[in-house]
């Protein structure tokens, strides 16, 4: 046990210090980012351990306070401006997914429905489990969907403050702003925490971030609690979260890699051109910046960018609402699109699955 402390302290420490270099180099979003690549080189070393999952859901559960406590009646108003945006977003989807899958097919070969799985914007854990049930090429889909979501962290921060959408301060999360009482504290956390275990059983998407989101919004969107978490705690949240990113990367086969790499990177750009044009529609029909729009419709998972928002400043109630309907619809469409493009494929029949020891649980 006590051997197991010291490795899982070391492997944090080690992030802290990665997110401490970025945020002494001026990156964007230094220490998220800078935390998941210390701990992706960590773990090239052999000596990375796997993150508690209590450790995860304390990151979610401090990371959804602090989202929450951004949200105000003012913002809350401006939900009225976000149907058109969520209807651009669906449409959004569909071409990153089509776009990207139709590289794969033509370009590198790949299946169709092991195409599509690695062109999903998102819900990786679903994406994974369907790629696992219907016996895809769950190593390839890994490697692409993780470059994507590594691609986003590393440097989605830094386009977007050298576009000037956004001002990176470097200031730690909720400096200079009031903190909350211990009591209002306990209630956002403990609530949060009821809520997430309760979403949990019904088996909706993040739910220990959610649920710290909705108690936290709830309570100062109503003025019932106020202040912020304390930006030393925040802080901390963002490298855990960066821990969480990094991990995406474990057990994944070097021979497996190397030549998935240039297909992720051609999905990626294919993605992402997609995603910029869409963004630049809903901007202008929802009245937000293009910084926001740019994160909200991005082919990330819905923790990792709502965190990267309340990271750079932007709205977070906007980036968070599209994701998770992003996620909602990925998780409950993708299990039948993927069992259509199979229905004439007898079992076992795909000739190009990997080891799906590739990403274990």
């Known amino acids: ?42 773990g090239l070393t052999g000596w990375a351990v796997r993150m508690p999952r209590a450790l995860t859901d304390l990151a979610m559960l401090v990371s959804g306070a602090t989202m929450g406590a951004a949200v105000t009646p003012a913002a809350l108003d401006a939900i009225a401006r976000y149907p058109a945006s969520l209807a651009l977003l ?18 590198s070969g790949w299946r169709k429905d092991d195409a599509v799985l690695a062109s999903v914007p998102g819900a990786l854990s679903t994406v994974l489990a369907v790629a696992a049930d219907r016996n895809a090429a769950v190593g390839q889909v890994a490697i692409v969907q993780n ?12 386009a977007i403050v050298m576009s000037g959408s956004v001002t990176d301060s470097g200031v730690l999360l909720g400096e200079g702003l009031p903190i909350g009482s211990p009591t209002s504290l306990c209630i956002v956390l403990l609530g949060g925490l009821a809520v997430g275990t309760i979403l949990a059983r019904l088996r909706i998407a993040a739910p220990i971030l959610l649920g710290a989101t909705l108690v936290s919004t709830v309570g100062h969107a109503t003025d019932f609690v106020t202040g912020v978490i304390p930006p030393v705690i925040a802080t901390g949240g963002l490298i855990l979260i960066g821990m969480f990113v990094a991990e995406r990367f474990r057990d994944l086969d070097p021979k ?8 992720g990177l051609t999905s990626f750009v294919i993605g992402m051109a997609i995603a910029s044009v869409f963004a630049v529609l809903a901007a202008w029909v929802s009245g937000v910046t293009f910084a926001d729009s740019l994160v909200a419709f991005a082919p990330g998972g819905l923790e990792a960018m709502t965190v990267l928002a309340l990271v750079l400043g932007l709205d977070p109630l906007y980036v968070g609402v599209h994701h998770f309907v992003r996620f909602i619809g990925i998780a409950l469409t993708i299990p039948f699109v993927i069992a259509w493009l199979q229905r004439n494929d007898p079992p076992g029949s795909n000739p190009d699955v990997v080891d799906k020891s590739a990403l274990k649980p």
């Open 147 to 158: 470059m994507r979501l590594f691609a986003l962290i590393a440097l989605l921060p830094s």
């Open 1 to 42: 046990m006590m051997r197991d402390l010291f490795a899982h302290a070391v492997q944090i420490l080690i992030a802290g210090l990665g997110g401490l270099a970025f945020h002494s180099l001026g990156i964007p979003a230094a220490w998220l980012s800078g935390a998941a690549l210390a701990v992706i080189l960590w």
């Open 90 to 107: 669906v449409v959004a989807v569909l071409m990153i997914s089509a776009g990207s899958a139709y590289a794969l097919i033509r370009l």
């Open 256 to 263: 497996t890699i190397r030549p998935t790499l240039l297909a």
